[in-house]
């Protein structure tokens, strides 16, 4: 079992950054990879970035590449996302998700709003 915990959306400004994180505990050690998605309004939910708990390679949504960064801190069993050069079409509830094995836990979701 693992629990996932996000924090840090907010309202923000066109241009603007946000840093979401994710905070996991339980079985971590049998995490294989972690990863952020995203609902905006009226669409599904759709992977934004995803990160390999041991070897750190990432990989991102065409749409994000080059604003946003996913990262870790190991010792803190946390998952950032960096998001630079938010635009309005970023607005979304973010979720985290931890894959162990074939199974999935997801977070509460965090909303995050871009105003133009």
């Known amino acids: 079992q693992v629990q996932l915990v996000e924090s840090g959306g907010g309202l923000v400004r066109a241009g603007g950054s946000l840093r979401l994180s994710c905070a996991a505990s339980g079985t971590i050690l049998s995490i294989n990879r972690m990863g952020w998605y995203r609902q905006p309004p009226g669409k599904q939910r759709e992977l934004v970035a995803t990160?390999?708990?041991?070897?750190?390679?990432?990989n991102y949504a065409d749409s994000v590449k080059g604003r946003f960064t996913i990262s870790r801190d190991s010792a803190k069993n946390t998952v950032y996302l960096q998001l630079n050069s938010l635009k309005p079409e970023d607005t979304a509830i973010y979720y985290c998700?931890?894959?162990?094995?074939?199974?999935?836990?997801w977070g509460q979701g965090t909303q995050v709003t871009v105003s133009s």
């Open positions: 998700r931890a894959d162990l094995g074939t199974n999935t836990y």
């Open positions: 990160i390999l708990r041991v070897s750190g390679a990432t």
